[in-house]
């Protein structure tokens, strides 16, 4: 196969803008492959405080990513995709009507259980650990 990134480079013909006003414009993970049949990397632990999600998670060395997702007007969407070198992300930007979901994704691709996070329980936040609105159970 051959591929040549010239056209990209140029941007002829607007090709790079409706790239990313097309199929670019969501994030995205590539999928994980169906026959590996590894364990699901560690969920996260959470916690909020002051308006920000903060997070540890055992073995981030078999990490690749962050996978952040936000629950809106009735479907989740993958929001943001995050380094593994990440440990918090501000929420505040968000609507408080939103839910947030946090998952480990490994080096396979593969995604932990996602922990949620309720932003209308912001109000009762905690700067200690884990608060209330933060549930291990999650969208899948």
Same mark, same amino acid.
């Given at each position: ?9 140029? @941007?002829?013909?607007?090709? @790079? ?40 998670? @055992?073995?981030?060395? *078999? ?9 809106? *007007? ?12 990440l440990r918090e992300y501000d929420l505040r930007g968000l609507s408080a009507s939103d839910q947030a979901a946090l998952a480990a994704v490994d080096v396979y691709g593969q995604e932990s259980d996602r922990?949620?996070? @309720?932003? *209308? ?20």
């Open positions: 196969m051959h591929f040549s990134a010239v056209a990209l480079m140029k @941007d002829e013909k607007g090709l @790079d803008e409706a790239l990313l006003a097309g199929p670019y414009a969501e994030p995205a993970l590539v999928p994980a492959p169906g026959w590996l049949s590894g364990r699901k990397p560690p969920r996260p632990v959470l916690a909020l405080k002051g308006g920000k999600m903060v997070w540890v998670c @055992d073995r981030p060395e *078999r990490l690749r990513f962050w996978a952040l997702y936000v629950h809106r *007007r009735g479907a989740w969407a993958l929001f943001r995709v995050l380094p593994t070198e922990v949620v996070v @309720d932003l *209308r329980q912001q109000g009762s936040e905690s700067s200690s650990g884990p608060v209330s609105g933060v549930s291990p159970a999650g969208p899948k």
